[in-house]
C-alpha cells in the first residue's frame, strides 16, 4: 500500500532556531500534501495544504511566514518551522492524497519539542 | 464551514461489551474516514466510506455511513483490550477531523 516517509520523528531544538521537516510519498506522487499538528490529547488541526510546484494554502490563523512549506517535487514536502518558540511545540504530521491507491495516506510524525 | 463532531469524546467500556461511536458532520461530502491513533502514534487508516449505506468490516470494527442524515458510526462488537485507542472520523475536502473519541477497554 501506499507509504509516506516522515522525518525526523523527534526533535529538540532551542527557541529561536527553525526546524525542517520532511514528508516523502515512497511508492506513489503526492500532488497535493497535507500538514497538521496536534496537541496533547487533542485533535489534528489542519494548517496548510502543500500543492506540488505552487504556493501553499495555509488555513485561517497559521502564520505563513512562520511556518515555511515547500512542495517542490511530486514526492517531497517540507516544512520549517522558523524562529521556533516553546508554544510550538506539538507534533506535526503531514499525509498525502493517495487516493488512486487508497485514500489519504498519514506520516509518522514529528515530534517537536523547543527549549 | 464544515463541522465534524464526534461522539462520546471518551469511553470506556468492559471487555466483551458492544458500542458504538458516532459521527456527524455539516455538510456533503464525497467521503468519510475512520482512523485509529495509539498514543504518541500517527494515524493508521481503518475505512474509507464513498457512498451512502456503505458498510465496511474488519475484525470487531464495523463502519457505516448515512449521507442523508450526514451520521456515520463506528461499532465494536465484543471489545478487546487491544481496541483501546482514540479513533477519529474525518471528512473529505480538507479532511476535516472530528474531536477524536478515546477508548479504554477495561479487562
Known amino acids: 500500500g501506499a507509504v509516506v516517509s516522515q522525518h525526523p520523528s523527534r526533535v529538540i531544538c532551542k527557541s529561536g532556531t527553525s526546524v525542517k521537516i520532511e514528508c516523502r510519498s515512497l511508492d506513489f506522487q503526492a500532488t497535493t500534501m497535507f500538514w497538521y499538528r496536534q496537541f496533547p490529547k487533542q485533535s489534528l488541526m489542519l494548517m496548510a495544504t502543500s500543492n506540488e510546484g505552487s504556493k501553499a494554502t495555509y488555513e485561517q490563523g497559521v502564520e505563513k511566514d512562520k511556518f515555511l512549506i515547500n512542495h517542490a517535487s511530486l514526492t517531497l514536502s517540507t516544512l520549517t518551522v522558523t524562529s521556533a518558540h516553546p508554544e510550538d511545540s506539538s507534533f506535526y504530521i503531514c499525509?498525502?492524497?493517495?487516493?488512486?491507491?487508497?485514500?489519504?495516506?498519514f506520516g509518522s510524525g514529528t515530534r517537536l519539542t523547543v527549549v | 464551514e464544515l463541522k465534524v463532531e464526534q461522539n462520546p469524546l471518551f469511553l470506556s467500556m468492559q471487555e466483551g461489551k458492544n458500542y458504538t461511536i458516532y459521527c456527524n458532520y455539516s455538510?456533503?461530502?464525497?467521503?468519510l474516514y475512520w482512523y485509529r491513533q495509539d498514543p504518541g502514534k500517527s494515524l493508521e487508516s481503518l475505512f474509507v466510506?464513498?457512498?451512502?449505506?456503505a458498510v465496511k468490516q474488519e475484525g470487531r470494527l464495523m463502519a457505516s455511513l448515512d449521507t442523508k442524515a450526514r451520521l456515520s458510526t463506528l461499532h465494536i462488537t465484543a471489545a478487546v483490550h487491544d481496541l483501546s485507542a482514540t479513533y477519529f472520523c474525518?471528512?473529505?475536502?480538507?479532511?476535516?477531523f472530528g474531536k477524536g473519541t478515546r477508548l479504554h477497554i477495561l479487562p
Open positions: 499525509s498525502a492524497d493517495s487516493q488512486g491507491v487508497g485514500g489519504y495516506t
Open positions: 466510506l464513498l457512498s451512502n449505506g
Open positions: 474525518a471528512v473529505d475536502g480538507k479532511i476535516i
Open positions: 455538510t456533503t461530502s464525497d467521503r
